[in-house]
């Protein structure tokens, strides 16, 4: 394949309707009807990756046409290819319940149900916990390594993900003299999957320490002012 010199919107729309084909394929028996995929801000959604609509919202004006929107938050398309492919595929298990009329979400669409689990374990996602989160769900699902596989035999163009809505407040931190990973953080992209944090960021009150842990919750004192670090 060609190396891709410039990337555009369009080519990344193309490769997300290119895997939702395959996906529709491979993984749903072609049960899916097509939907608007699109690429838009996740606004006041901060963290969220992505949405699938609840009923279709795109339609013609004499209602003969009528499609869901599977929507990538363009914050995060070029975080990891696979985050972005379990971004997508997470949205079609939500699509293929609503079109077969099964409920996986309550509490205002927030919490994935066992409906959820079940259909995401069949496709081949894992769960790092055995135990649902208290606000989410079945919702923290990743690509197991036998999808990842599956995805990486599909022809899906991987070198068009490499762009992404970051706003002014990195191109701020960048002109500040930051390193892109500091802008990163300040801006706030540093998330997984349907919105839990793949880091969680500590201060020192005192001088401004700055630290990450995986653990959402530490207890780490910083070594020159004896301060326990907040979090973020």
């Known amino acids: 394949m060609p190396e891709i010199h410039e ?3 369009d080519q990344i729309t193309q490769e997300l309707h290119n895997a939702f084909y395959l996906f529709n394929q491979h993984y749903f028996n072609n049960e899916l009807p097509t939907p608007a995929i699109t690429i838009q801000s996740s606004g006041h959604k ?16 004499e209602g003969k046409t009528k499609m869901y929107e599977i929507n990538l938050s363009a914050e995060f398309l070029d975080l990891d290819f696979y985050e972005t492919m379990d971004t997508l595929l997470h949205e079609m298990v939500h699509l293929y319940h609503k079109v077969h009329n099964i409920q996986d979400c309550s509490r205002k669409g ?5 409906h959820f689990k079940k259909k995401v374990l069949e496709i081949g996602f894992e769960y790092q916990n055995d135990k649902p989160d208290a606000k989410h769900g079945w919702t923290y699902a990743r690509l197991g390594q036998k999808v990842k596989d599956e995805i990486s035999n599909m022809n899906i163009s991987a070198d068009v993900f490499t762009i992404s ?4 407040i990195y191109f701020n931190a960048l002109e500040n003299g930051q ?6 953080m300040q801006s706030g992209r540093e998330t997984s999957s349907a919105g839990k944090p793949s880091s969680y960021k500590w201060v020192c009150s005192g001088c401004g320490l700055i630290m990450r842990s995986s653990k959402k919750e530490v207890n780490v004192k910083c070594g020159d002012c004896d301060i326990t670090l907040e979090k973020q």
């Open 179 to 184: 390193s892109a990973g500091e802008a990163e």
């Open 7 to 9: 990337v555009n919107i």
């Open 110 to 114: 927030t919490y994935h149900n066992k």
């Open 46 to 61: 901060r963290k969220s990756m992505g949405w699938c609509t609840v009923v279709p919202v795109w339609g013609d004006k």
């Open 165 to 168: 809505r970051r706003g002014s």
